[in-house]
Protein backbone atom coordinates (compact mmCIF):
# COMPACT_ATOMS: atom_id res chain seq x y z
CA UNK A 1 0.00 0.00 0.00
CA UNK A 2 1.45 3.41 -1.03
CA UNK A 3 1.30 6.43 1.21
CA UNK A 4 -2.30 7.86 1.62
CA UNK A 5 -1.04 11.40 0.27
CA UNK A 6 0.79 9.83 -3.19
CA UNK A 7 -1.65 9.36 -3.89
CA UNK A 8 -34.10 2.73 -3.26
CA UNK A 9 -53.05 0.39 -11.47
CA UNK A 10 -50.07 2.52 -12.72
CA UNK A 11 -51.72 6.08 -11.33
CA UNK A 12 -50.41 9.24 -10.23
CA UNK A 13 -50.69 10.14 -6.86
CA UNK A 14 -50.70 13.40 -5.74
CA UNK A 15 -49.28 14.08 -2.08
CA UNK A 16 -49.54 18.13 -2.12
CA UNK A 17 -48.86 19.37 0.82
CA UNK A 18 -46.93 17.64 2.49
CA UNK A 19 -43.72 20.09 2.14
CA UNK A 20 -46.36 22.80 2.74
CA UNK A 21 -42.95 24.85 4.54
CA UNK A 22 -40.13 25.99 2.85
CA UNK A 23 -39.58 22.74 0.68
CA UNK A 24 -39.93 25.02 -2.65
CA UNK A 25 -36.86 25.14 -4.37
CA UNK A 26 -35.01 28.40 -3.24
CA UNK A 27 -31.66 30.29 -4.19
CA UNK A 28 -30.54 30.52 -0.39
CA UNK A 29 -27.12 31.49 -0.08
CA UNK A 30 -24.72 29.98 2.39
CA UNK A 31 -25.45 32.22 5.83
CA UNK A 32 -23.38 32.47 8.25
CA UNK A 33 -25.30 31.42 11.52
CA UNK A 34 -27.21 28.12 11.41
CA UNK A 35 -30.82 28.33 11.56
CA UNK A 36 -33.94 25.98 12.47
CA UNK A 37 -35.65 24.21 9.18
CA UNK A 38 -38.65 23.28 8.81
CA UNK A 39 -40.14 20.04 10.30
CA UNK A 40 -40.03 17.08 8.89
CA UNK A 41 -42.66 16.06 6.96
CA UNK A 42 -44.43 12.25 6.19
CA UNK A 43 -44.80 11.05 3.11
CA UNK A 44 -48.18 8.44 2.75
CA UNK A 45 -46.73 6.03 0.28
CA UNK A 46 -49.22 3.08 -0.59
CA UNK A 47 -46.13 0.73 0.29
CA UNK A 48 -43.57 0.55 3.06
CA UNK A 49 -40.25 2.31 1.92
CA UNK A 50 -37.42 0.99 1.52
CA UNK A 51 -34.90 3.01 0.14
CA UNK A 52 -34.55 6.73 -1.21
CA UNK A 53 -32.45 8.15 -3.84
CA UNK A 54 -32.45 10.82 -6.58
CA UNK A 55 -30.76 12.09 -9.57
CA UNK A 56 -30.59 15.71 -9.96
CA UNK A 57 -33.45 17.18 -8.82
CA UNK A 58 -35.93 13.85 -9.10
CA UNK A 59 -36.48 11.45 -5.61
CA UNK A 60 -36.91 7.96 -5.77
CA UNK A 61 -38.11 5.47 -3.54
CA UNK A 62 -38.59 1.99 -3.84
CA UNK A 63 -39.75 -0.63 -1.46
CA UNK A 64 -42.69 -3.61 -0.76
CA UNK A 65 -45.06 -4.91 -3.13
CA UNK A 66 -42.12 -4.23 -5.78
CA UNK A 67 -43.34 -0.77 -5.97
CA UNK A 68 -41.28 2.52 -7.14
CA UNK A 69 -42.15 6.22 -6.93
CA UNK A 70 -40.93 9.19 -8.15
CA UNK A 71 -40.97 12.79 -7.54
CA UNK A 72 -39.76 15.36 -9.66
CA UNK A 73 -40.94 18.83 -7.48
CA UNK A 74 -38.75 17.93 -4.25
CA UNK A 75 -41.00 15.50 -2.42
CA UNK A 76 -44.48 17.61 -2.96
CA UNK A 77 -45.89 15.31 -5.29
CA UNK A 78 -45.53 11.65 -6.25
CA UNK A 79 -46.11 9.35 -8.94
CA UNK A 80 -46.10 5.35 -8.54
CA UNK A 81 -44.05 4.24 -11.70
CA UNK A 82 -44.19 0.25 -10.77
CA UNK A 83 -45.96 -1.77 -8.69
CA UNK A 84 -46.60 -5.46 -8.24
CA UNK A 85 -49.26 -6.66 -5.48
CA UNK A 86 -47.18 -8.85 -3.31
CA UNK A 87 -44.42 -8.97 -5.05
CA UNK A 88 -40.95 -9.04 -3.78
CA UNK A 89 -39.33 -6.02 -1.96
CA UNK A 90 -36.98 -4.20 -3.28
CA UNK A 91 -34.14 -2.75 -1.08
CA UNK A 92 -32.06 -0.71 -3.65
CA UNK A 93 -32.35 2.42 -6.28
CA UNK A 94 -30.00 3.71 -8.60
CA UNK A 95 -29.51 5.82 -11.60
CA UNK A 96 -26.62 6.11 -14.63
CA UNK A 97 -28.86 9.18 -15.44
CA UNK A 98 -32.27 10.18 -16.19
CA UNK A 99 -33.41 7.77 -18.62
CA UNK A 100 -31.15 4.90 -17.05
CA UNK A 101 -31.92 3.25 -13.91
CA UNK A 102 -32.40 0.04 -11.59
CA UNK A 103 -33.77 -1.43 -8.41
CA UNK A 104 -33.52 -4.74 -6.55
CA UNK A 105 -34.21 -7.03 -3.51
CA UNK A 106 -35.84 -10.19 -2.77
CA UNK A 107 -35.55 -13.36 -4.53
CA UNK A 108 -33.12 -11.93 -7.09
CA UNK A 109 -35.15 -9.31 -8.48
CA UNK A 110 -33.36 -6.85 -10.41
CA UNK A 111 -35.38 -4.21 -12.72
CA UNK A 112 -33.89 -1.66 -15.37
CA UNK A 113 -35.42 0.87 -17.19
CA UNK A 114 -34.29 2.78 -20.03
CA UNK A 115 -37.27 5.71 -20.10
CA UNK A 116 -37.04 7.62 -17.41
CA UNK A 117 -38.96 5.02 -15.19
CA UNK A 118 -42.09 4.66 -17.19
CA UNK A 119 -41.24 0.88 -17.50
CA UNK A 120 -39.30 -1.38 -15.76
CA UNK A 121 -38.12 -4.71 -17.16
CA UNK A 122 -37.07 -7.87 -15.24
CA UNK A 123 -33.28 -8.90 -16.19
CA UNK A 124 -32.14 -11.92 -14.60
CA UNK A 125 -33.17 -13.63 -11.56
CA UNK A 126 -31.82 -15.85 -9.16
CA UNK A 127 -32.99 -17.26 -5.43
CA UNK A 128 -30.63 -14.52 -3.36
CA UNK A 129 -31.64 -11.42 -2.15
CA UNK A 130 -29.95 -8.72 -3.72
CA UNK A 131 -29.20 -6.34 -0.20
CA UNK A 132 -26.83 -4.12 -1.98
CA UNK A 133 -26.07 -3.22 -6.07
CA UNK A 134 -24.61 -0.70 -7.84
CA UNK A 135 -23.23 -0.42 -11.53
CA UNK A 136 -21.26 1.46 -13.26
CA UNK A 137 -23.00 1.45 -16.92
CA UNK A 138 -25.50 -0.99 -18.11
CA UNK A 139 -23.39 -3.95 -17.83
CA UNK A 140 -21.05 -4.01 -14.95
CA UNK A 141 -22.10 -3.88 -11.57
CA UNK A 142 -21.59 -5.62 -8.09
CA UNK A 143 -24.29 -7.11 -5.95
CA UNK A 144 -23.95 -8.18 -2.12
CA UNK A 145 -26.20 -10.80 -1.25
CA UNK A 146 -26.07 -13.10 2.08
CA UNK A 147 -24.07 -15.66 0.92
CA UNK A 148 -21.23 -12.90 -0.67
CA UNK A 149 -20.43 -10.28 -3.09
CA UNK A 150 -21.06 -11.20 -7.00
CA UNK A 151 -20.00 -8.89 -10.42
CA UNK A 152 -21.78 -9.02 -13.37
CA UNK A 153 -20.66 -8.08 -16.96
CA UNK A 154 -23.73 -8.25 -18.66
CA UNK A 155 -26.24 -6.21 -16.51
CA UNK A 156 -27.48 -8.77 -14.09
CA UNK A 157 -28.27 -11.30 -16.01
CA UNK A 158 -25.37 -14.00 -14.84
CA UNK A 159 -23.25 -13.40 -11.93
CA UNK A 160 -20.22 -14.27 -10.88
CA UNK A 161 -18.58 -14.41 -7.14
CA UNK A 162 -16.05 -12.33 -6.09
CA UNK A 163 -13.83 -15.77 -5.21
CA UNK A 164 -11.28 -13.89 -2.93
CA UNK A 165 -13.44 -12.92 -0.42
CA UNK A 166 -13.51 -16.65 0.38
CA UNK A 167 -10.25 -17.91 -0.57
CA UNK A 168 -8.07 -15.37 1.08
CA UNK A 169 -7.37 -16.10 4.49
CA UNK A 170 -6.59 -12.74 5.41
CA UNK A 171 -9.96 -12.19 5.07
CA UNK A 172 -12.34 -14.96 6.78
CA UNK A 173 -12.63 -12.59 9.75
CA UNK A 174 -13.94 -10.13 7.42
CA UNK A 175 -17.02 -11.06 6.69
CA UNK A 176 -19.44 -7.60 6.51
CA UNK A 177 -19.59 -5.20 3.35
CA UNK A 178 -19.26 -1.51 4.05
CA UNK A 179 -19.17 -0.63 0.82
CA UNK A 180 -19.84 -1.60 -3.03
CA UNK A 181 -18.08 1.23 -5.34
CA UNK A 182 -17.72 0.50 -9.20
CA UNK A 183 -16.30 3.23 -11.89
CA UNK A 184 -16.42 1.75 -15.15
CA UNK A 185 -15.92 -1.29 -16.89
CA UNK A 186 -12.81 -2.32 -15.64
CA UNK A 187 -12.17 -0.54 -12.04
CA UNK A 188 -14.48 -1.78 -8.89
CA UNK A 189 -13.87 -1.85 -4.85
CA UNK A 190 -15.52 -3.52 -1.70
CA UNK A 191 -14.83 -2.47 1.44
CA UNK A 192 -15.05 -5.15 3.79
CA UNK A 193 -14.56 -5.36 7.82
CA UNK A 194 -15.12 -7.97 10.79
CA UNK A 195 -17.30 -5.50 12.54
CA UNK A 196 -18.02 -2.08 12.96
CA UNK A 197 -15.03 -1.10 14.95
CA UNK A 198 -12.81 -3.45 13.67
CA UNK A 199 -10.15 -2.61 10.78
CA UNK A 200 -10.75 -3.09 7.36
CA UNK A 201 -9.67 -4.65 3.51
CA UNK A 202 -10.31 -2.79 0.53
CA UNK A 203 -10.57 -5.70 -2.21
CA UNK A 204 -10.12 -3.99 -5.78
CA UNK A 205 -10.14 -5.41 -9.29
CA UNK A 206 -8.14 -3.00 -12.17
CA UNK A 207 -9.38 -5.39 -15.03
CA UNK A 208 -13.12 -6.21 -14.37
CA UNK A 209 -12.92 -8.54 -11.77
CA UNK A 210 -10.13 -10.83 -13.83
CA UNK A 211 -7.91 -10.42 -10.81
CA UNK A 212 -8.36 -8.94 -7.30
CA UNK A 213 -6.06 -7.34 -5.07
CA UNK A 214 -6.06 -6.70 -1.44
CA UNK A 215 -5.27 -2.65 -0.32
CA UNK A 216 -5.57 -0.37 2.89
CA UNK A 217 -4.99 2.82 4.18
CA UNK A 218 -2.56 3.26 6.90
CA UNK A 219 -3.56 4.26 10.62
CA UNK A 220 -6.99 4.45 9.43
CA UNK A 221 -10.66 3.45 10.35
CA UNK A 222 -12.89 3.22 7.30
CA UNK A 223 -16.43 3.32 7.65
CA UNK A 224 -17.42 3.83 4.00
CA UNK A 225 -16.57 3.93 0.76
CA UNK A 226 -18.82 5.44 -2.29
CA UNK A 227 -18.04 5.97 -5.85
CA UNK A 228 -18.18 9.50 -6.66
CA UNK A 229 -17.66 11.10 -10.14
CA UNK A 230 -15.17 8.12 -11.10
CA UNK A 231 -13.19 8.01 -7.58
CA UNK A 232 -13.03 5.94 -5.21
CA UNK A 233 -14.02 7.94 -1.77
CA UNK A 234 -13.20 6.47 1.43
CA UNK A 235 -14.97 7.74 4.86
CA UNK A 236 -14.07 7.39 8.48
CA UNK A 237 -11.23 8.54 10.84
CA UNK A 238 -7.47 8.44 10.73
CA UNK A 239 -4.43 8.97 13.64
CA UNK A 240 -1.93 11.60 12.74
CA UNK A 241 1.12 12.50 13.87
CA UNK A 242 1.25 9.31 15.91
CA UNK A 243 5.43 9.52 15.35
CA UNK A 244 5.11 12.28 17.93
CA UNK A 245 6.14 12.27 21.50
CA UNK A 246 2.74 11.59 23.64
CA UNK A 247 1.07 9.43 20.92
CA UNK A 248 -1.16 10.94 17.88
CA UNK A 249 -4.91 11.67 17.79
CA UNK A 250 -7.94 10.57 15.85
CA UNK A 251 -9.79 13.04 13.32
CA UNK A 252 -11.80 12.89 10.53
CA UNK A 253 -10.81 11.32 7.03
CA UNK A 254 -12.29 11.79 3.67
CA UNK A 255 -9.84 10.29 0.44
CA UNK A 256 -10.18 9.74 -2.43
CA UNK A 257 -8.28 7.47 -5.11
CA UNK A 258 -8.89 6.84 -9.06
CA UNK A 259 -7.45 2.77 -8.52
CA UNK A 260 -7.82 2.12 -4.92
CA UNK A 261 -4.19 2.13 -4.72
CA UNK A 262 -2.65 5.62 -4.64
CA UNK A 263 -5.15 7.68 -1.96
CA UNK A 264 -5.05 11.20 -1.76
CA UNK A 265 -6.80 13.70 1.26
CA UNK A 266 -9.71 15.17 0.41
CA UNK A 267 -11.18 18.53 2.39
CA UNK A 268 -11.30 17.44 6.41
CA UNK A 269 -14.49 18.02 8.06
CA UNK A 270 -14.57 19.76 11.54
CA UNK A 271 -16.30 16.89 12.83
CA UNK A 272 -16.23 13.28 12.70
CA UNK A 273 -19.70 12.22 10.44
CA UNK A 274 -21.06 8.36 9.37
CA UNK A 275 -23.95 6.96 7.42
CA UNK A 276 -22.25 9.04 4.21
CA UNK A 277 -23.27 8.53 0.24
CA UNK A 278 -22.23 9.59 -2.91
CA UNK A 279 -24.27 13.03 -1.88
CA UNK A 280 -22.59 13.95 1.53
CA UNK A 281 -22.24 12.51 5.44
CA UNK A 282 -24.15 12.74 8.08
CA UNK A 283 -22.40 14.65 11.20
CA UNK A 284 -25.09 14.29 13.60
CA UNK A 285 -28.92 14.49 13.81
CA UNK A 286 -29.87 17.75 11.68
CA UNK A 287 -26.78 18.53 10.00
CA UNK A 288 -25.17 16.48 6.98
CA UNK A 289 -21.79 17.79 5.25
CA UNK A 290 -20.50 17.59 1.52
CA UNK A 291 -16.81 16.97 0.99
CA UNK A 292 -16.76 16.34 -2.54
CA UNK A 293 -15.24 20.51 -3.15
CA UNK A 294 -12.56 22.43 -1.89
CA UNK A 295 -14.35 23.61 1.25
CA UNK A 296 -16.76 21.41 3.14
CA UNK A 297 -19.85 22.45 2.65
CA UNK A 298 -22.82 22.27 5.68
CA UNK A 299 -26.36 21.77 5.78
CA UNK A 300 -28.88 22.53 8.38
CA UNK A 301 -31.74 19.90 9.13
CA UNK A 302 -34.57 19.76 11.91
CA UNK A 303 -32.58 17.74 14.34
CA UNK A 304 -35.67 15.85 16.07
CA UNK A 305 -33.87 12.09 15.61
CA UNK A 306 -35.85 11.37 12.10
CA UNK A 307 -33.22 11.67 9.90
CA UNK A 308 -31.59 8.13 9.30
CA UNK A 309 -28.79 6.39 7.38
CA UNK A 310 -31.12 6.19 4.09
CA UNK A 311 -31.23 9.70 2.72
CA UNK A 312 -31.03 11.40 -0.10
CA UNK A 313 -30.94 15.34 -1.00
CA UNK A 314 -32.48 17.21 -4.55
CA UNK A 315 -32.74 20.62 -4.75
CA UNK A 316 -32.88 22.06 -0.79
CA UNK A 317 -35.25 18.97 0.29
CA UNK A 318 -33.28 15.70 2.15
CA UNK A 319 -35.49 12.85 2.27
CA UNK A 320 -34.75 9.78 4.65
CA UNK A 321 -36.18 6.81 5.83
CA UNK A 322 -37.34 5.07 8.57
CA UNK A 323 -40.51 2.72 8.64
CA UNK A 324 -42.11 5.30 6.88
CA UNK A 325 -40.35 8.33 4.60
CA UNK A 326 -40.25 12.00 5.56
CA UNK A 327 -38.75 14.94 4.00
CA UNK A 328 -37.54 18.20 5.41
CA UNK A 329 -36.14 21.58 3.72
CA UNK A 330 -32.45 21.62 4.42
CA UNK A 331 -30.75 25.02 4.63
CA UNK A 332 -26.97 25.56 3.80
CA UNK A 333 -25.57 26.91 7.01
CA UNK A 334 -21.58 28.57 7.27
CA UNK A 335 -20.78 26.44 9.93
CA UNK A 336 -21.63 22.82 11.70
CA UNK A 337 -25.15 23.16 12.27
CA UNK A 338 -25.51 22.72 16.33
CA UNK A 339 -26.03 19.10 18.18
CA UNK A 340 -29.65 18.29 19.65
CA UNK A 341 -29.58 18.13 23.44
CA UNK A 342 -30.64 14.76 24.89
CA UNK A 343 -31.32 14.83 28.37
CA UNK A 344 -31.01 10.70 28.69
CA UNK A 345 -28.10 8.22 28.22
CA UNK A 346 -27.43 7.17 24.44
CA UNK A 347 -27.05 3.35 24.43
CA UNK A 348 -27.47 1.57 20.92
CA UNK A 349 -27.28 -2.44 20.74
CA UNK A 350 -24.55 -3.54 18.55
CA UNK A 351 -26.28 -6.27 16.89
CA UNK A 352 -24.11 -8.74 14.34
CA UNK A 353 -27.32 -11.07 13.31
CA UNK A 354 -31.18 -10.66 12.37
CA UNK A 355 -33.30 -10.69 15.30
CA UNK A 356 -35.26 -13.36 12.88
CA UNK A 357 -34.88 -15.10 9.48
CA UNK A 358 -35.30 -13.61 6.58
CA UNK A 359 -35.34 -9.95 8.19
CA UNK A 360 -34.43 -7.20 5.69
CA UNK A 361 -35.44 -4.30 8.59
CA UNK A 362 -34.97 -5.66 11.94
CA UNK A 363 -34.04 -2.14 14.11
CA UNK A 364 -33.39 -2.56 17.54
CA UNK A 365 -33.08 1.57 18.43
CA UNK A 366 -33.20 2.20 22.37
CA UNK A 367 -36.11 4.13 23.25
CA UNK A 368 -36.76 6.37 26.57
CA UNK A 369 -38.91 5.21 29.53
CA UNK A 370 -39.51 6.42 32.93
CA UNK A 371 -36.58 6.53 34.69
CA UNK A 372 -37.65 4.00 37.53
CA UNK A 373 -38.49 1.40 34.74
CA UNK A 374 -35.03 -0.14 35.51
CA UNK A 375 -33.28 -3.49 34.83
CA UNK A 376 -33.36 -6.55 32.55
CA UNK A 377 -35.08 -9.54 31.53
CA UNK A 378 -36.12 -11.49 28.55
CA UNK A 379 -39.36 -10.68 26.03
CA UNK A 380 -41.21 -13.56 23.83
CA UNK A 381 -42.41 -11.68 21.07
CA UNK A 382 -45.36 -12.85 18.47
CA UNK A 383 -46.21 -11.48 15.05
CA UNK A 384 -47.32 -11.95 11.87
CA UNK A 385 -45.47 -11.44 8.66
CA UNK A 386 -47.99 -10.24 6.18
CA UNK A 387 -47.23 -10.83 2.66
CA UNK A 388 -45.71 -8.36 1.58
CA UNK A 389 -43.04 -8.65 3.91
CA UNK A 390 -44.72 -6.17 6.23
CA UNK A 391 -45.62 -7.19 9.82
CA UNK A 392 -49.12 -6.74 11.91
CA UNK A 393 -50.58 -8.61 15.03
CA UNK A 394 -47.22 -7.95 17.13
CA UNK A 395 -47.69 -9.51 21.12
CA UNK A 396 -45.04 -8.92 24.21
CA UNK A 397 -44.62 -11.08 26.86
CA UNK A 398 -42.88 -11.34 29.95
CA UNK A 399 -42.42 -7.02 29.80
CA UNK A 400 -42.08 -5.15 33.18
CA UNK A 401 -44.51 -2.54 32.08
CA UNK A 402 -47.06 -1.39 30.02
CA UNK A 403 -44.95 1.36 28.59
CA UNK A 404 -41.99 -0.85 27.61
CA UNK A 405 -44.57 -3.64 26.53
CA UNK A 406 -46.33 -1.13 24.21
CA UNK A 407 -42.71 0.44 22.67
CA UNK A 408 -41.74 -3.01 21.61
CA UNK A 409 -44.46 -2.92 20.13
CA UNK A 410 -44.05 -0.28 17.71
CA UNK A 411 -40.49 -2.20 17.21
CA UNK A 412 -41.61 -4.90 15.96
CA UNK A 413 -44.19 -3.58 14.07
CA UNK A 414 -41.59 -1.56 11.50
CA UNK A 415 -39.80 -4.40 10.92
CA UNK A 416 -39.73 -6.20 7.57
CA UNK A 417 -39.14 -9.28 5.98
CA UNK A 418 -38.56 -11.59 3.20
CA UNK A 419 -42.11 -12.00 1.62
CA UNK A 420 -43.04 -15.44 2.84
CA UNK A 421 -43.34 -18.20 -0.04
CA UNK A 422 -45.35 -21.55 0.04
CA UNK A 423 -45.05 -24.01 -2.61
CA UNK A 424 -44.05 -19.86 -4.89
CA UNK A 425 -47.61 -18.75 -3.47
CA UNK A 426 -47.67 -15.77 -1.18
CA UNK A 427 -48.42 -16.44 2.12
CA UNK A 428 -48.53 -14.98 5.60
CA UNK A 429 -46.53 -16.18 8.54
CA UNK A 430 -46.62 -16.41 12.34
CA UNK A 431 -43.28 -15.96 13.84
CA UNK A 432 -41.69 -15.74 17.60
CA UNK A 433 -38.54 -14.35 18.48
CA UNK A 434 -36.78 -13.67 21.72
CA UNK A 435 -35.11 -9.89 22.99
CA UNK A 436 -33.05 -9.04 25.70
CA UNK A 437 -34.10 -5.73 27.41
CA UNK A 438 -31.94 -3.61 29.75
CA UNK A 439 -32.99 -0.37 30.60
CA UNK A 440 -31.45 2.23 32.80
CA UNK A 441 -31.01 5.73 33.69
CA UNK A 442 -27.98 8.26 35.16
CA UNK A 443 -29.69 9.60 38.30
CA UNK A 444 -29.73 13.50 37.50
CA UNK A 445 -31.57 12.07 34.29
CA UNK A 446 -35.20 12.91 33.46
CA UNK A 447 -35.40 9.76 31.52
CA UNK A 448 -34.20 6.43 31.11
CA UNK A 449 -33.61 4.21 27.88
CA UNK A 450 -33.74 0.83 27.31
CA UNK A 451 -31.85 -0.97 24.87
CA UNK A 452 -32.95 -4.56 22.72
CA UNK A 453 -30.28 -7.19 21.60
CA UNK A 454 -31.19 -10.23 19.68
CA UNK A 455 -30.61 -13.72 20.56
Avoid at 163 to 176: E, F, G, N, P, V
Avoid at 273 to 283: E, K, L
Avoid at 295 to 302: E, G, H, M, N, Y
Avoid at 335 to 353: D, F, K, W
Wanted: aromatic share 8%; hydrophobic share 40%.
Amino acid sequence: MRALLSAQFLTFLSLASILTNGCAHKNLQIQTAPQVPTAWQSVSLPFRPTYVTSIGNVFWVCGADEMVAESEDAGRTWQLRHQKADGEVLLHAGFLNKEIGYVAGTNGLLLWTRDSGKTWTTHGSSPETILDVYFADEKYGLRQTRSGVDISHDGGTSWAPVSILKTDRDLQSAKLVFGLAVLDSDRAAILVKGGPFSGQVIVYTLDAGKTWNKTDIPHSGIRRLVAHHKEYWAFGHEVIDSEKRGGGYGVALAAHSRDAVNWAHGVRSPNEYSDCNSQGCIIHDGAIVELYHEKPVFWALPGDGTLTPIWAMARDVVCTIGSTLKCASARPSGGVPPAPEMNRPISQSLVTRDPAVGCLVCSLEPFPVPKNLVGRGILDVDFLVQKDGTVRDVKVGHAPAKDIESSVERTVSAWLFEPPRQYGQPVEEKRRVNLGISCFAFPDNEEGTCSLTAF
